[in-house]
């Protein structure tokens, strides 16, 4: 997750639907840069260290050796972010994710000394989708955040999930947002207006539009200061409204368990010939999702079913009426 893959984005998310510009003279302050192993490995108050189950990568250099390279990611510092407002950063993606059925990443939030924090005070969030105003698919994280002052645990296992809290990685089954968007239009909400699910984990999928995941063409990445409700629903943490201070990373975002589930196809072909009178020639073929030649990947077959058939006869008419 590189930072220079990733630009800010420059215009304000409060107003769903709307693309207002940034206000320059936004007292918000917010900050997109990169935090690696190799230069933040004894960063205070919380050092860098790798997510769990990540392997740093190897490159062979000239003399034979491997050489590990820098593990980084992309941390986004933001501080008098109001209630309400968010920010976040975005990237081109031009992908198909149908074949995809889970979607990963690991986050890790903090606050500071002078701005002391609680979990669920701020989210992080993603979404995907055509555009980031009209047609897109948000998913919501409330963040536990990493407590400050910290002491890094001595063993490896534990020191990685107190950076990178289990609670807080993004495991997203795909079908989800199929299902909340499926939901959308059953109910007969207005495709306008932001749709949102809440989910059993207390996390939240929005919906707007009617966003395609066939062809995924932009991701964005941020952080969120949930709005305060008049009256939120019992068992909810307290919104003090109050602007927020947060420093989040943001790493592996990976799709995963493609979809190795095969297809079929069928080919025929019928030339009937009754005596003298006419010839009947038909023809078809079809093939169904999953199917593909032994050689393509999982991610080259056939997304679609598919039939085609053709029929032509020759009739010779003379033999049934009189001369």
């Not at 990540?54 to 109001?82: F, H």
């Not at 400050?148 to 999930?161: C, G, S, Y």
């Not at 095969?262 to 009754?274: K, N």
């Not at 010839?279 to 050689?295: P, R």
Request: aromatic share 6%; charged share 25%; proline share 6%.
């Amino acid at each position: 997750m590189s930072r220079n893959q990733w630009r800010e984005y420059g215009f304000s998310l409060k107003e769903p639907g709307e693309l207002i510009p940034l206000d320059d003279n936004d007292a918000t302050e917010f900050n997109l840069t990169s935090v690696s192993l190799e230069e933040n490995g004894s960063r205070s108050p919380v050092p860098y260290v790798i997510p769990p189950g990540i392997i740093r990568q190897q490159q062979q250099v000239s003399n034979g050796q491997n050489v590990q390279l820098n593990e980084q990611s992309l941390a986004m510092q933001t501080c008098g972010l109001e209630d309400g407002d968010s920010r976040g950063v975005f990237k081109s993606l031009g992908m198909d994710l149908r074949q995809f059925k889970k979607l990963d990443m690991f986050i890790h939030a903090e606050g500071s000394d002078a701005s002391p924090l609680k979990d669920g005070d701020v989210s992080a969030f993603l979404r995907i989708g055509s555009d980031f105003s009209s047609n897109y698919y948000e998913y919501q994280i409330p963040l536990k955040l990493t407590d400050v002052p910290f002491t890094l645990p001595a063993n490896e296992n534990d020191a990685a999930r107190a950076v990178w809290p289990i609670e807080n990685d993004l495991n997203l089954e795909m079908s989800e947002l199929v299902a909340a968007k499926r939901q959308r239009n059953k109910a007969g909400a207005s495709n306008i207006i932001p749709y949102e699910v809440l989910l059993s984990n207390g996390r939240k999928i929005i919906v707007v539009g009617n966003p395609n995941m066939g062809d995924a063409k932009q991701c964005m990445l941020g952080v969120l200061n949930p709005k305060k409700k008049p009256n939120p629903p019992p068992g909810t943490p307290l919104d003090d409204g109050a602007k927020k201070c947060v420093e989040v990373w943001f790493n592996e975002l990976r799709l995963s368990n493609l979809d190795e589930s095969g297809g079929m196809a069928a080919i025929g072909q019928i030339d009937l010939q009754l005596a003298d009178i006419a010839n009947v020639k038909a023809s078809g073929n079809m093939y169904t999702a999953g199917y593909g030649n032994i050689d393509q990947r999982v991610n080259e077959r056939a997304r679609e079913n598919f039939s085609q058939f053709d029929v032509s006869t020759t009739i010779q008419a003379g033999k049934i009426l009189p001369k």
